[in-house]
């Protein structure tokens, strides 16, 4: 829309907060064509296959290299884009059928990885499950690498983008977050994308200001041009005038000073302005992640993600490598409570040791504990190495993707065992994670089996509403504050026998929600570390209903 002096105003969907402003950078994702292969003679077959297996192993390298990069600067999970990438890199069946292009149709090894990796790419857009449709980015993006690096060149454009810039793009891939991170790109503009995708999750985690779904926007913003970009209001003002600029520094000087008021309270708990006191822990990846959490006022670990002492490896770490790593992690929080979620791979999150590629629908298949089921030894080593970390931290135990009492059964079963032989007691306690409707629906059941549960909200929204978070086509059925998911909390509530009620999801990362979780029963969220402070002060503003929660 154009305001009446012809500034041009722009709006979409706020996907990570924040105000910045800066010089717009345009960023193509040019669509790949697919050149005349380039021929070779037979006796260059084995030549072109060395430079194809070269170059493959440097892309591994690098990958492997940025993965754990971002593992200590960053995020597990974004850390897990790369360890993925690396695998489906290496896949042999992929390996197989480019040297068959290669020696078969006797063209390049960079005509091959073209030809083979399109293949491969519309295989997976072919399939009906979101999450293989996203396989096939995963394809694009590793076939640009390889070709790169066959061709000569390990430059991504994105490492090149100026500092202080507005990135103006189609869309973003969750493994190009690292570029804007590391060159402290202002904000990110984008014609697609959805606000649980994973690159809006790291962009939040990272503090990257980031609006989403504007129309037609590569042609709306030149480059260079300068912009304002207020993403809590999911708005961009293009080449502003003075009125608009007095207005936009107003915000961030209020901004600046709420922020810095918040902080000023972190390490203080939150008490309600009823009297009650609420726990406002962390969600951590990484010693980083607990030692800035620790620093920001968290009151304990509310979600420790395991997954990435299994990322990047052929093999399983075993008992004493998973508590060196876990201890390791956890050692800033020592003396708080602290909740470990057992391993939560499957669907995006694949290992090489638990069939890598095997399900044609990952995210209705195994995954979380229905994997730990499978793999029995998966979940006996994590047990094992609690069991004994237990022993010097105030350990609780999360089980991911509770769908069936007989899942906890298992992991009692298990813990049980393995305390008797370890000769530890008393055991750390066990919760669910509330992740689907029928666990949310099931709270009666499981209460023999736990000691709290705890609601993974964004899970718990895609499995409600049957649209994929990772799914712009879908994001408006994507509706994580809906009455629905607070009828389901309040359905879990009044059939959890007064168990300890905790979300950790991105729910809790609200200040608009707090009372309505609070009025839930919810008495422990679990945020990302930046976000510690606003949520305390949001709880400090809020009341709790100490009535009964209604139906």
Not at 241 to 247: G, I, S, W
Not at 284 to 295: P, S
Request: hydrophobic share 45%; glycine share 6%; with cysteine.
């Amino acid at each position: 829309m154009d305001d009446p002096n012809s500034t041009c105003i722009l709006r979409g969907r706020a996907i990570s907060p924040g105000l910045a402003e800066g010089s717009a950078y345009i960023h193509h994702d040019m669509v790949r064509l697919l050149d005349a292969a380039v021929a070779i003679e037979k006796k260059d077959v084995e030549q072109e296959v060395g430079h194809l297996e070269n170059s493959t192993a440097m892309i591994t390298e690098d990958l492997l290299a940025l993965a754990a990069r971002v593992e200590h600067e960053m995020d597990s999970q974004l850390a897990a884009v790369f360890d993925t990438h690396q695998m489906m890199l290496n896949d042999p069946a992929l390996k197989k059928e480019l040297r068959a292009e290669i020696s078969g149709n006797l063209v390049s090894a960079g005509s091959a990885v073209k030809a083979v990796f399109l293949r491969w790419e519309k295989r997976f857009l072919l399939m009906e499950s979101q999450m293989a449709r996203q396989k096939g980015d995963d394809m694009r993006d590793i076939s640009k690498r390889l070709t790169n690096a066959l061709a000569g060149i390990r430059i991504h454009p994105l490492e090149q983008i100026p500092a202080g810039s507005v990135l103006v793009a189609r869309r973003l891939l969750p493994s190009e977050i690292i570029f804007l991170a590391q060159n402290s790109t202002a904000a990110v503009l984008l014609e697609y994308g959805s606000t649980g995708s994973h690159a809006a999750l790291f962009a939040r985690e990272i503090g990257l200001p980031c609006i989403a779904n504007i129309r037609q926007l590569l042609k709306k913003i030149p480059a260079g041009s300068w912009v304002l970009v207020d993403a809590n209001l999911g708005e961009v003002i293009l080449d502003p005038q003075d009125k608009h600029q007095t207005v936009f520094q107003e915000k961030v000087v209020a901004m600046r000073e709420s922020s810095a008021a918040a902080r000023l309270l972190a390490q203080e708990p939150a008490v309600t302005r009823d009297g009650v006191a609420i726990a406002v822990l962390a969600n951590v990846g990484c010693r980083d992640d607990t030692e800035r959490a620790m620093a920001d006022g968290a009151e304990g670990i509310g979600l420790y993600r395991t997954e990435r002492a299994y990322m990047g490896r052929m093999t399983p770490p075993d008992v004493d490598g998973l508590l060196e790593e876990m201890r390791w992690t956890l050692e800033p929080a020592k003396e708080k409570p602290v909740y470990v979620r057992l391993l939560d791979i499957g669907a995006d999150k694949p290992l090489p040791y638990t069939g890598f590629m095997a399900e044609t629908n990952p995210g209705l298949g195994r995954r979380g504990i229905r994997l730990l089921c499978e793999y029995p030894q998966l979940l006996k080593t994590q047990l094992s190495a609690i069991l004994k970390l237990s022993r010097e931290f105030d350990i609780r135990i999360l089980v991911p993707m509770v769908v069936l009492p007989e899942d906890l059964a298992t992991v009692t079963e298990c813990l049980t065992r393995l305390g008797s032989e370890l000769g530890i007691l008393p055991l750390p306690p066990i919760g669910a994670m509330i992740e689907t409707p029928a666990a949310a629906l099931s709270v009666a059941a499981m209460a023999p089996y736990v000691d709290f549960l705890s609601f993974g909200t964004n899970d718990l929204t895609q499995y409600a509403f049957a649209a994929d978070r990772e799914n712009a086509a879908v994001e408006q059925y994507f509706l994580d504050s809906s009455a629905v998911i607070f009828r389901l909390l309040k359905i879990a509530h009044n059939d959890a026998s007064g168990l300890p009620l905790s979300v950790c999801g991105e729910l809790a990362g609200r200040p608009a929600h707090i009372t309505q979780l609070l009025q839930c029963g919810i008495r422990t969220f679990s945020v990302a570390p930046p976000l510690i402070s606003t949520i305390k002060a949001a709880i400090r503003d809020a009341r709790c209903n100490a009535e009964k929660v209604p139906d």
